[in-house]
């Protein structure tokens, strides 16, 4: 209990700012946790793109309708729409626009992130400096306040450090999806390539 009274404390004297920062991790999170399963319901993986190319390569569309019958999320959905014959006299640009369509959804609200791993330094950069404008509007020499003068400012750092907390989370979560953003685009260049020969094989 002391402890968690101790880290409100501390909370507290970083000022107004750390209530900003407080909910841009927040946002952090719950962006976090919603692309996290997002892409679990939409990315059916690397060991299924590689498979399905592997078929795709050969020309043979029932063992293809098998293997991507196995599959799930949007690369599994535009193959069988392919597949099937549904997608129309023109299926190469009809794979180009969905997987466009596709990718943009993967890539909804990453730009957020990257907004507060941007912006999160620079808040606690505000609280500090707003801190320790406080600590020096005190400062009196004939009384002697040198030490509320080093204690203000010990406060005001509170700020910075948890904006970098809040921006290395953000860049952490962002990076991680990001980098999964790119294995989905080469998983279906991958599988539209081998599509395309096998179809001329």
Same mark, same amino acid.
Request: overall charge neutral; proline content about 1%; some cysteine.
């Given at each position: 209990?002391?402890?968690?009274?101790?880290?409100?404390?501390?909370?507290?004297?970083?000022?107004?700012?750390?209530?900003?920062?407080?909910?841009?991790?927040?946002?952090?999170?719950?962006? +976090?946790?919603?692309? /996290?399963?997002?892409?679990?319901?939409?990315?059916?993986?690397?060991?299924?793109?590689?498979?399905?190319?592997?078929?795709?390569?050969?020309?043979? !569309?029932?063992? *293809?309708? *098998?293997?991507?019958?196995?599959?799930?999320? *949007?690369?599994?959905?535009?193959?069988?729409?392919?597949?099937?014959?549904? +997608?129309? !006299?023109?299926?190469?640009?009809?794979?180009?626009?969905?997987?466009?369509? !596709?990718?943009?959804?993967?890539?909804?609200?990453?730009?957020?992130?990257?907004?507060?791993?941007?912006? +999160?330094?620079?808040?606690?950069?505000? /609280?500090?400096?707003?801190?320790?404008?406080?600590?020096?509007?005190?400062?009196?020499?004939?009384? /002697?306040? +040198?030490? *509320?003068?080093?204690?203000?400012?010990?406060?005001?750092?509170?700020?910075?450090?948890?904006?970098?907390?809040?921006?290395?989370?953000?860049?952490?979560?962002?990076?991680?999806?990001?980098?999964?953003?790119?294995?989905?685009?080469?998983?279906?260049?991958?599988?539209?390539?081998?599509?395309?020969?096998?179809?001329?094989?």
């Amino acid at each position: 209990m002391e402890g968690i009274y101790q880290g409100i404390l501390m909370f507290q004297q970083g000022g107004i700012v750390m209530y900003v920062l407080l909910l841009c991790s927040l946002v952090v999170v719950y962006f +976090a946790v919603e692309r /996290g399963l997002y892409f679990r319901r939409m990315d059916a993986g690397s060991d299924f793109a590689e498979r399905c190319s592997h078929v795709l390569r050969q020309g043979d !569309a029932s063992q *293809a309708a *098998a293997c991507i019958a196995q599959g799930h999320g *949007a690369l599994a959905a535009i193959l069988q729409t392919v597949l099937s014959g549904k +997608a129309g !006299a023109k299926p190469a640009a009809y794979m180009e626009m969905e997987s466009g369509i !596709a990718i943009a959804r993967f890539r909804q609200h990453l730009y957020f992130l990257s907004v507060i791993v941007t912006m +999160a330094p620079l808040l606690g950069l505000l /609280g500090t400096i707003s801190g320790m404008i406080r600590s020096f509007s005190i400062f009196n020499i004939e009384s /002697g306040q +040198a030490v *509320a003068i080093t204690g203000g400012v010990g406060e005001a750092l509170i700020a910075t450090a948890f904006g970098l907390c809040v921006a290395v989370l953000a860049l952490a979560v962002h990076a991680y999806f990001t980098q999964r953003l790119e294995r989905i685009i080469t998983d279906m260049e991958t599988c539209f390539s081998a599509w395309e020969v096998g179809r001329k094989s």
